[in-house]
């Protein structure tokens, strides 16, 4: 019995010590989103390229984060409702299909952009509701 226990311990260590390197935030990164971000809940880590994104809740809103590799933010997202789209995004993406999801994201430089996912696309704007380009996420994006 002892050495089942034992070995389970180990096996579920392992297991840690794997999902751990995956998502391997570094250190300065995390403090400097806490820094910012002290309130956030839910706070869940994904690896992009040789960036960290970071997906949370802060006062009942989704949020995201891009992190560079010194712990600098490139740019926020923060989920929003459709309507909340400019209407000149709106009414295009509503011609393109039904809006999925909808996004406000705000560069470094404080440059404002629109997203809003219609059938698998990301249909990005301006910060007046001109369309930019469209965008497919593919699964070798996230690595």
Not at 92 to 115: D, F, H, L, M
């Amino acid at each position: 019995m002892k050495s089942i226990i034992i070995i389970l311990t180990a096996a579920l260590l392992c297991g840690n010590s794997a999902l751990a390197q995956k998502n391997n935030v570094p250190s300065d990164i995390k403090t400097a989103f806490s820094k910012k971000y002290p309130s956030a809940t839910k706070v869940k880590w994904e690896k992009e390229r040789s960036k960290y994104e970071t997906s949370f809740l802060l006062n009942g809103k989704e949020m995201s984060v891009l992190f560079d590799t010194y712990g600098a933010i490139e740019e926020t997202e923060t989920k929003i409702a459709a309507s909340e789209l400019p209407a000149k995004a709106k009414n295009y993406a509503i011609s393109k299909g039904r809006i999925k999801e909808a996004a406000r994201i705000v560069a470094a430089n404080g440059k404002v952009k629109y997203e809003a996912e219609v059938k698998g696309r990301d249909l990005i704007f301006d910060d007046k509701g001109n369309f930019l380009e469209e965008k497919v996420e593919k699964d070798e994006d996230k690595n």
